[in-house]
């Protein structure tokens, strides 16, 4: 087996849903530019990743997170 393996991060804490208002959680799961990482660097599984997509587009739309970086 592959020592470079990587583990989901909701599977391993044992988390039942993703919210939306936790936006340092998701800020994790974004880049510099608030894309959404896809799951093979973060290892995350499917299930998890379609959750958290779902999470971070509902805060986007909230406004909890933001959609671009602004530029000044």
Request: charged share 30%; with cysteine.
């Given at each position: 087996?592959?020592?470079?393996?990587?583990?989901?991060?909701?599977?391993?804490?044992?988390?039942?849903?993703?919210?939306?208002k936790d936006?340092e959680t998701?800020?994790?799961?974004?880049?510099?530019?608030?894309?959404?990482?896809?799951p093979?660097?973060?290892?995350?599984?499917?299930?998890?990743?379609?959750?958290?997509?779902?999470?971070?587009?509902?805060?986007?739309?909230?406004?909890?997170?933001?959609?671009?970086?602004?530029?000044?």
């Amino acid at each position: 087996m592959n020592n470079n393996t990587k583990h989901c991060h909701f599977c391993v804490t044992n988390t039942k849903w993703i919210d939306y208002k936790d936006t340092e959680t998701l800020k994790k799961f974004t880049s510099m530019q608030y894309k959404i990482i896809p799951p093979k660097r973060t290892g995350t599984c499917s299930k998890h990743q379609r959750e958290l997509a779902k999470a971070i587009k509902r805060a986007r739309f909230m406004s909890l997170l933001g959609y671009t970086v602004l530029k000044k």
